[in-house]
């Protein structure tokens, strides 16, 4: 069973639209949650992690806000898209206070136009 | 400033060769090492991590090389295979700040049948 699954798998949007990149873990109690950004070809870009419900802390400003409203949810989003933005976004969790082993969803791949 | 920096965008082997991987690292606080191995369209996956406490950690045909004092370390990747071509992270982070952890830019390895 997939532990954490990742929505949409692609987007194309256009620049100025609105955004919201949603993902889900099961079977894991209180993880916790990650969102990277990479852009074709390059580094992983922590973006913001949450240690619990309610509570995000972000790393980078990138034009972009992440809310986790449950347990098991992870939300990334923007209110307008820059060019900037396309790239690929993947969800990430870990576990417990050690949190070292980052375990990452498949990915949203986003293309703005 | 880059954290964490690995020396070679990409990198060709031949299958049976040993393929190494290196990086280097800014932060002396920085105490935990993993390297994730990505495919193309993939997240990346833990392949295998370090201690700064050790100096070589060994999973099969992959071993990681640590250097504290010169602050790099290496990935081996003893009779490579096809199907290890894939894009190798190495990472780092600090035990008493999990959550953030930093990934070098990646180098792409290729292995030649």
């Known amino acids: 069973a997939q532990t954490i699954h990742q929505w949409p798998v692609a987007e194309i949007k256009a620049v100025g639209s609105p955004l919201s990149l949603g993902c889900t873990i099961k079977g894991k109690s209180s993880p916790n949650l990650y969102w990277y950004w990479q852009a074709t070809g390059g580094t992983l870009q922590q973006l913001f992690y949450s240690i619990t419900v309610g509570q995000v802390e972000s790393v980078v400003q990138l034009n972009l806000s992440a809310s986790r409203p449950k347990d098991d949810q992870f939300i990334l989003s923007t209110e307008k898209l820059l060019l900037s933005h396309s790239g690929f976004y993947l969800c990430?969790?870990?576990?417990?206070?050690?949190?070292?082993?980052?375990?990452f969803g498949s990915g949203t791949r986003l293309t703005v136009l | 400033q880059q954290q964490v920096r690995q020396s070679s965008q990409s990198l060709t082997v031949w299958e049976g060769e040993t393929a190494i991987l290196n990086c280097s690292y800014e932060n002396s606080a920085f105490d935990y090492f993993p390297w994730y191995q990505q495919f193309p369209g993939e997240g990346p996956a833990l392949l295998i991590a370090i201690r700064s406490v050790s100096d070589k950690k060994e999973d099969g045909r992959f071993t990681i090389f640590f250097n504290k004092r010169e602050k790099n370390l290496s990935l081996h990747i003893k009779d490579s295979q096809p199907g290890d071509s894939a894009t190798y992270f190495c990472a780092a982070s600090v035990s008493t700040n999990a959550y953030k952890v930093i990934f070098g830019k990646g180098t792409h390895l290729h292995v030649l049948p």
């Open positions: 990430a969790w870990s576990l417990g206070v050690s949190a070292e082993t980052l375990y």
